[in-house]
């Protein structure tokens, strides 16, 4: 199983963004994949997760702004990031089955 994260980039604050995982070499319905974020000298910190029957949790500071979502068709969950704020700066991760993506960067000017 690998993990592709793309859709990172700058926007200002207001702006909006939408992040995609894409799942491979996993032939199942994809439930327990979580997003993650990391400011560098920071811990990484939880931000959103779809579990089974696609219950949806969010961080407190998310709350309201982003939206985890996943097509039936599709091997590829996503966060759609509204309204950002510079403290939204981070890489973003995505995690499932106890793998890590790359990471994608996102940057949210002020």
């Known amino acids: 199983v690998q993990l592709q994260a793309s859709g990172g980039g700058s926007v200002q604050a207001g702006g909006s963004l939408r992040l995609s995982c894409e799942v491979r070499g996993f032939h199942s319905s994809i439930n327990g994949l979580d997003w993650y974020r990391q400011v560098p000298g920071n811990q990484r910190e939880f931000v959103a997760a779809?579990?089974?029957?696609?219950?949806?949790t969010y961080a407190d500071s998310v709350k309201g702004r982003f939206t985890i979502s996943r097509a039936n068709s599709e091997n590829t969950v996503y966060l759609q990031m509204n309204n950002l704020r510079p403290e939204d700066t981070a890489v973003y991760y995505c995690?499932?089955?106890?793998?890590w993506g790359q990471g994608t960067q996102v940057t949210v000017s002020s």
């Open positions: 995690t499932f089955l106890g793998m």
């Open positions: 779809m579990s089974g029957g696609r219950r949806m």
